[in-house]
């Protein structure tokens, strides 16, 4: 129950910065938001303020205030995502504080907010991160005069599918700690231990956040587990379990170099999202051909519940992670994201004068139609492939 919990806050988080930066840049913008929802409708619970009274009023479902108010503050029933009602949006009001009454470059700031709020996120919990102590392979003599080192060990960075150590349970994060009761502090030392052991049970001992397991796992030969090309011949025959191994520093740093190394990891983590996501639509465009696999919501949920299993800084890390890849994938150029809106915004600068609404709001209509049924269809994967490690 308090790892389903952690996923909702973590979720929930991710949301309430992303539509809080929409929301914050419209309201800088002189733009009016009639609703802050978290969630998407039907609204479970409102609150807003009685202009006349000055008094806040709590209402239920569609009950709202006949008053005038202020801005609705709203929990959904559908508890994923969010929103903001922005004021003239849809095109029904010509008032000075509609979305569409405003120039171009005003509504550009109030659509990149939440794309700018996700990154602002992720600065924020990389430097909790290096205050706190995050895990790197980098060498000691890498990390600057003013790193704390506080342990070292050899951690799972990788897990091959369908290996020998994912049908043991084993999962990324773990530490190992000792193989048939043999402490274990080189990577080397695991390699030549476990390749002398093909098709022989071997015991080993990990730890898991603030937990010591054990897992019986029999290694295979390499060149049955991983693909012979990425193979050396010198290792095809010898014992793996399918994983990848580093040496691992637990590094933490004073708050001042904390919050540059965060500024720093979020923008080397945006461009490497940038660059993964151009390889993706290359290879897809040119070739027709999936590079990597997607995840949805239901992926997303219980990789946030294995960070969590394995420690609170690993947690905090994955949702900084998440958080840049939000940021990056609202701004692909796609109807209905933040990208598409952002490129009429561009096209209209161009041109001098805007596309029509009718056509805009078709485009996205169109956009978002097929985002939601990709999110169906990767929802659909994700439960094919992970529902059984969801439910535990």
């Given amino acids: 129950m308090i790892t389903v919990i952690i996923v909702l806050i973590s979720l929930s988080l991710l949301v309430l910065f992303h539509e809080g930066g929409h929301f914050i840049f419209s309201r800088l913008s002189g733009i009016t938001v009639e609703e802050f929802g978290l969630g998407y409708p039907p609204r479970a619970i409102g609150l807003t303020k009685i202009k006349k009274t000055g008094k806040w009023k709590l209402f239920f479902g569609k009950n709202i205030p006949q008053e005038e108010h202020s801005i609705i503050y709203s929990l959904n029933w559908i508890f994923f995502g969010g929103f903001n009602k922005i004021k003239g949006e849809e095109g029904e009001s010509e008032a000075a504080d509609n979305f569409y009454a405003k120039p171009w470059w005003q509504r550009f700031i109030s659509l990149s907010g939440g794309v700018l709020m996700n990154v602002v996120l992720s600065i924020i919990l990389f430097s909790i991160c290096f205050m706190v102590g995050i895990p790197t392979a980098e060498e000691i003599k890498d990390l600057g005069k003013n790193a704390f080192i506080k342990e070292t060990g050899v951690q799972i960075i990788y897990i091959q599918k369908n290996s020998p150590a994912e049908k043991a349970g084993l999962i990324l994060g773990d530490m190992i700690l000792k193989i048939d009761d043999q402490e274990i502090k080189k990577t080397t030392e695991i390699q030549d231990y476990l390749g002398k052991k093909v098709n022989q049970e071997v015991k080993i001992k990990i730890r898991r956040g603030e937990r010591e397991l054990d897992f019986k796992v029999i290694p295979q030969k390499a060149k049955e587990i991983f693909a012979k090309e990425d193979l050396e011949e010198s290792i095809l025959e010898k014992g793996v379990i399918g994983v990848r191994l580093a040496e691992v520093n637990i590094v933490s740093y004073p708050i001042h170099l904390a919050i540059w190394h965060g500024i720093k990891t979020t923008f080397i983590t945006f461009w490497r999202i940038v660059e993964g996501v151009a390889t993706i639509l290359k290879e897809l465009v040119i070739k027709q ?63 001098g004068k805007a596309i029509s609404r009718k056509t805009e709001a078709l485009v996205h209509s169109i956009g978002f139609t097929l985002l939601i049924l990709l999110m169906i269809f990767i929802t659909y994967r994700d439960l094919m492939r992970l529902g059984e490690r969801l439910f535990k």
């Fill in 289 to 351: 051909k999936m590079v990597g696999e997607a995840i949805g919501v239901i992926g997303i949920a219980t990789f946030i519940g294995d960070a969590y299993q394995i420690g609170l800084v690993y947690l905090i890390q994955f949702v900084a992670l998440i958080s840049v890849a939000i940021a990056v994938c609202q701004l692909i150029p796609f109807p209905a994201l933040d990208g598409g809106r952002l490129l009429f915004l561009i096209i209209e600068a161009i041109r």
